[in-house]
């Protein structure tokens, strides 16, 4: 996989909108875009930088596709993503309510 694939795979595991991820990265919206485009560019090294430091990933993995985060999320479940995605949205004491009740629930598996 290359850059776009590996960015795309770390953006939607983290949960955040391009948008968001542009700020938190300090660059600009539109270079996400083209970043994640089908014959998009590869960004700078500073920039690569930022945009793996908010993704909590590296910039080798961005790159390469090697040595992700602790935690493989290549395996995923892509609809465990989405849940992921929606709690992340929730106030603080509705997450705790859907974790409480989801360990509820594992227990009872």
Do not use: C, W
Not at 36 to 61: C, F, H, M, W
Not at 73 to 80: H, L, S, V, W
């Amino acid at each position: 996989m290359g850059f776009r694939e590996n960015l795309r795979e770390a953006l939607d595991y983290s949960g955040l909108e391009q948008k968001e991820l542009a700020y938190k990265a300090n660059v600009r919206l539109r270079s996400i875009e083209n970043y994640l485009r089908e014959n998009g560019s590869v960004p700078i090294a500073d920039k690569a930088v930022q945009i793996a430091q908010v993704l909590g990933v590296t910039v080798e993995y961005l790159v390469t596709g090697k040595n992700p985060p602790k935690e493989d999320f290549t395996i995923i479940d892509p609809e465990i993503r989405k849940l992921v995605k929606v709690i992340k949205k929730l106030p603080k004491n509705k997450k705790q309510v859907v974790i409480k009740n989801a360990l509820h629930l594992a227990e009872t598996l």
